[in-house]
């Protein structure tokens, strides 16, 4: 759903109507974002803090850039920053690395496992990981979100695979 720009306008300035069309605009997508990456006992908190936080700065959209992104890209922030505030990395739920034998087969210990390994991955790579194989975004629309050259994006995937699939491996998973 694209948000009209005065419906953005509109919501800076306090109306209710507006925010509540924001909001249900933009809900499943960040509660997801969240959810992988606080996992699920934290994610109501942190959802809440991100429209808190991203009405409280919603002055603050230029309208230069896709509102889409720039709210994702807020979310983005305000869960990582929740990662730093707590100084613990939780376990995230699944997503692909290029191979996803969770999807193959059910088998409650090798979901178990992929969540262990992706819970040692550094916060922003478990993030990059999530936004292209998760969410299929593209390069450009990652790299607008996490703030970093979109040429940046690919390489910190390719380690983002390797990482997860070197933990994978040292945790007893055969390929």
């Known amino acids: 759903m694209v948000l009209a720009k005065e419906v ?15 909001y249900e605009s933009l809900i499943d997508r960040i509660y997801r974002t969240v959810l992988r990456v606080v996992g699920a006992s ?4 942190v959802t809440q803090d991100v429209f808190l936080h991203l009405f409280a700065n919603l002055h603050k959209f230029r309208f ?25 990395i939780a376990i995230v739920s699944i997503v692909s690395a290029g191979v996803d034998p969770v999807s193959e087969q059910n088998d409650p210990d090798l979901k178990e496992l992929f969540g262990v390994a992706l819970s040692r991955l550094d916060a922003e790579l478990r993030m990059i990981l999530d936004l292209k194989e998760s969410q299929q975004l593209p390069y450009s629309q990652i790299a607008e979100i996490v703030g970093i050259p979109e040429g940046t994006v690919g390489s910190r995937l390719n380690r983002a695979r390797r990482e997860l699939k070197s933990q994978l491996l040292a945790l007893g998973w055969e390929e």
């Open 42 to 45: 934290d994610v109501d908190d």
């Open 8 to 22: 953005i306008e509109s919501a800076s300035r306090g109306d209710l109507e507006s925010q509540r069309d924001i």
């Open 64 to 88: 230069e850039s896709d509102f889409q992104t720039w709210a994702h890209r807020l979310a983005v922030n305000e869960t990582l920053q929740h990662l730093r505030r707590r100084k613990r």
